[in-house]
């Protein structure tokens, strides 16, 4: 399957990145009718603001690359007792794991950084089938429990700069999907 959407940030990685398109895809294994294993891989950018406060504020801008990896299991809703309409919805809840790469790129330096980091996933989803079940889409929110080495520390400007911000939150993705059953 394909997945597009919006990844937003909570806490102070809110007001650091903005809220920018995601895009990426997957693979779904189904051991029986309720429960699937999924692997995908999710990216986007970010551009990013860091300010230090006083009367001659400095600023540091740049962008901020987010690749996910993950692997997830998918528990889908016993829909048989509702009504016909509703009963071809298919409701489910997701959790897994992933492996997150932050590449930084700052405007006024060359070179970039990198960092690796373990997340926890978890969300929900609805998906529709079309073309006689043959093909679906589907909408999906997963929220992303992050924590990457730098969220205890402040953020340095290049020239040494204390901004007193600490870049700490996590992610959040709202997500289309438009998928294919083989």
Same mark, same amino acid.
Request: net charge negative; glycine share 14%.
């Given at each position: 399957? =394909?997945?597009?959407?919006?990844?937003?940030?909570?806490?102070?990685? $809110?007001?650091?990145?903005?809220?920018?398109?995601?895009?990426?895809?997957? =693979?779904?294994?189904?051991?029986? =009718?309720?429960?699937?294993?999924?692997?995908?891989? %999710?990216t986007g950018d970010h551009a990013f603001e860091v300010r230090t406060s006083?009367?001659?504020?400095?600023?540091?801008?740049? $962008?901020?690359?987010?690749?996910?990896?993950? =692997?997830?299991?998918?528990?889908?809703? %016993?829909?048989?007792?509702?009504?016909?309409?509703?009963?071809?919805? %298919?409701?489910?809840?997701?959790?897994?794991?992933?492996?997150?790469y932050r590449t930084t790129t700052l405007s006024d330096a060359e070179g970039?950084?990198?960092?690796?980091?373990?997340?926890?996933?978890?969300?929900i989803g609805l998906e529709i089938p079309l073309m006689r079940r043959k093909?679906?889409?589907?909408?999906?929110?997963?929220?992303?429990?992050?924590?990457?080495?730098?969220?205890?520390?402040?953020?340095?400007?290049?020239?040494?700069?204390?901004?007193?911000?600490?870049?700490?939150?996590?992610?959040?993705?709202?997500?289309?999907?438009?998928?294919? %059953?083989?």
């Amino acid at each position: 399957g =394909l997945v597009a959407g919006m990844r937003g940030f909570t806490d102070n990685l $809110n007001s650091l990145y903005t809220t920018a398109p995601t895009f990426g895809i997957f =693979l779904s294994y189904f051991f029986d =009718l309720r429960m699937a294993f999924q692997f995908g891989f %999710n990216t986007g950018d970010h551009a990013f603001e860091v300010r230090t406060s006083g009367s001659t504020p400095k600023i540091m801008t740049g $962008n901020v690359s987010i690749t996910q990896m993950h =692997l997830a299991m998918k528990y889908y809703l %016993n829909t048989q007792n509702v009504t016909k309409g509703l009963a071809d919805l %298919n409701p489910y809840i997701i959790g897994g794991f992933s492996q997150v790469y932050r590449t930084t790129t700052l405007s006024d330096a060359e070179g970039f950084g990198r960092e690796t980091t373990m997340g926890m996933d978890g969300g929900i989803g609805l998906e529709i089938p079309l073309m006689r079940r043959k093909a679906f889409f589907g909408i999906q929110g997963t929220y992303h429990y992050v924590n990457f080495k730098d969220e205890a520390s402040n953020i340095k400007l290049t020239d040494g700069t204390d901004t007193g911000v600490k870049p700490s939150g996590d992610m959040f993705d709202i997500l289309g999907i438009i998928g294919l %059953n083989f």
